[in-house]
């Protein structure tokens, strides 16, 4: 190959190389980029006509690292319609519902729609959410108010979502009355809440990467004093902070996420805990007594 071809085949496989790293990596810590910076230097005439060209520039690629935090990731992201946003509810309202875990009128979910100013879109009070329709989700201010035309109140539990928001940054809340839920949480006792590890699920709420994991789920008395019980909400969020969800007593399941999906995802996670815990200890093997779930929950 000739020198003037090969030295521009080499530079163009260096270029092509440099410029391919600029990807981004994402983990549940960080949010890892790689930029490739170019900063232009004039080469001068060298004898090494192989490595430099004489009276041209030739670029030089220096590779930066950023690492952005965990909770910067969310912010950064672009923001999904309002639109888009009322259909992904109205879908998880059904799944759910097919599930069991909305039953009648129960339940309430939201999604982050801005955040200066904060704006969520929530779900109506008492509506089915196995029948949700578009006209059934509502955009509410950092007060609890509904925005726009239409009439119908938000979820009545709208202040523990707007609490869930500002204390987590989370992006979405989604709240279920499942039958397993609420037995655990009338069954856990008089402390604080339940602890529940060395189940292989717990791996898929965000951050775990172990079953070894102990998930602390604090327990919250309820209360139809909505302002009392989201101080309360608040104060518990704060005493937890590494908590993907509590319970209200004899009421059912609060859990958040980044997005919807991770939401939903933690649902799922959370619900077929409570299933599991609830089905072993009522499971009585044959000639045998009813066995306890020793070992993997316990009151705290």
Not at 181 to 193: F, K, M, P, V
Not at 229 to 247: C, I, K, M, Q, Y
């Amino acid at each position: 190959m000739p020198r003037g071809i090969a030295t521009g085949f080499a530079l163009s496989c260096a270029t092509a190389e440099a410029e391919s790293a600029t990807h981004i990596h994402r983990t549940d810590a960080d949010l890892i980029r790689i930029g490739i910076s170019r900063s232009k230097e004039r080469s001068s005439f060298s004898k090494n006509a192989n490595t430099r060209t004489a009276g041209r520039e030739r670029p030089s690629y220096n590779a930066t690292l950023a690492v952005i935090p965990a909770h910067r990731q969310f912010r950064d992201m672009p923001r999904p319609t309002v639109s888009s946003i009322s259909r992904d509810l109205i879908a998880i309202g059904r799944r759910f519902y097919s599930r069991g875990w909305v039953q009648g009128t129960s339940g309430n979910f939201s999604a982050v729609v801005s955040q200066k100013p904060l704006r969520l879109a929530i779900t109506a009070s008492s509506v089915h959410k196995g029948q949700l329709r578009a006209s059934h989700i509502l955009q509410m201010n950092e007060s609890g108010t509904t925005i726009g035309t239409r009439r119908s109140a938000p979820s009545a539990e709208a202040r523990l979502h707007l609490e869930i928001v500002r204390r987590r940054g989370a992006g979405a809340v989604l709240h279920t009355h499942s039958i397993w839920g609420t037995i655990l949480s009338a069954s856990a006792g008089n402390g604080d809440g339940v602890t529940i590890d060395g189940f292989e699920m717990l791996k898929g709420l965000s951050g775990v990467s172990t079953h070894q994991h102990a998930e602390h789920i604090p327990i919250v008395e309820n209360d139809q004093d909505m302002v009392r019980l989201s101080g309360v909400v608040g104060e518990t969020l704060d005493r937890n902070p590494r908590a993907h969800a509590f319970l209200l007593r004899r009421h059912g399941l609060y859990t958040w996420g980044d997005t919807l999906a991770d939401a939903e995802r933690h649902v799922e996670i959370l619900e077929f805990l409570f299933e599991t815990i609830g089905r072993s200890a009522t499971f009585r093997p044959v000639g045998g007594e009813a066995t306890g779930h020793y070992g993997a929950i316990e009151n705290s």
